[in-house]
């Protein structure tokens, strides 16, 4: 790990009502704050209020909804390393993450190694396409749960205006639901031909851990979090432990500053 910088970043996360957050992309930036030996501080919004507090704070949207209105998400962080004045602003974990390298680097260790920029692209699509896709099939009851209480109404009334049908009516049951978690199976076990480099080695891309290993971490991570008993077992089972393994080598970045006030 690189030597900590003395800076003071605020980083907004999501409240859960497990031990730990869930959000996969919020870990990702986690994790980075804390490989990184950055000083932080998390302030916790719930979903529900995401808009309003982003608004309040200059934080820009990282999208659009189907209205044309803009759509806010975390993580998002506001640096006031620089400037308590005039911080630097960041949302999406992809443009945090390299924010966080390109003014808090590593003299002996690159998250973004040249001339690996179209794989890790194409990683980003894999994982979203590939894996990601599966998550209203499979996971949304589990992440439902895992939600404050003040957040379950909201996240359940979202989720039935996009898809037009009951909550419960989501989640794939049966065979279907067999079958989808094959395909994430399947998918998990490709990924050594994605980075062949990596094959055998501790990290995705070799032993020195690089961005996609974030990504996947937060992924494995949002899994292990919601479905500790069910999912979680199931990816943990695969590949003679592979994956229990390799979450674990992330364990010295997994720090939580402090829990949220109030759930």
């Not at 194409?122 to 499979?138: G, Y």
């Amino acid at each position: 790990m690189s030597a900590p910088w003395k800076t003071k970043i605020t980083f907004l996360d999501i409240p859960t009502r497990v031990s730990n957050p869930t959000s996969l992309n919020t870990w990702k930036v986690r994790l980075v704050l804390n490989f990184k030996g950055l000083q932080y501080e998390t302030r916790w919004v719930p979903s529900a209020d995401i808009q309003s507090v982003c608004k309040s704070l200059n934080i820009p949207p990282t999208g659009t909804k189907p209205t044309g209105d803009p759509h806010y998400t975390l993580p998002a962080i506001i640096d006031y390393t620089r400037s308590s004045s005039n911080p630097e602003i960041i949302s999406d974990s992809t443009p945090i993450i390299q924010y966080l390298e390109h003014t808090y680097p590593s003299p002996s260790h690159k998250l973004f190694p040249a001339g690996m920029e179209a794989e890790y692209r194409a990683f980003e699509t894999f994982l979203l396409q590939d894996i990601m896709k599966h998550a209203p099939s499979l996971w949304f009851v589990d992440t439902l749960n895992a939600k404050s209480p003040r957040d379950q109404a909201d996240f359940r009334a979202r989720i039935e205006g996009r898809f037009g049908k009951k909550f419960e009516e989501i989640e794939l049951q049966g065979a279907e639901r067999e079958a989808a978690w094959k395909d994430v199976e399947r998918a998990l076990g490709s990924l050594s031909n994605f980075f062949p480099g990596g094959k055998g080695k501790k990290y995705l891309t070799g032993d020195v851990v690089s961005f996609p290993d974030f990504a996947l971490c937060g992924f494995l991570l949002f899994i292990k979090n919601i479905s500790p008993d069910d999912g979680w077992q199931r990816i943990a089972s695969l590949e003679d432990g592979k994956w229990d393994g390799y979450v674990e080598a992330f364990g010295g970045w997994m720090a939580v500053d402090h829990p949220p006030a109030e759930l």
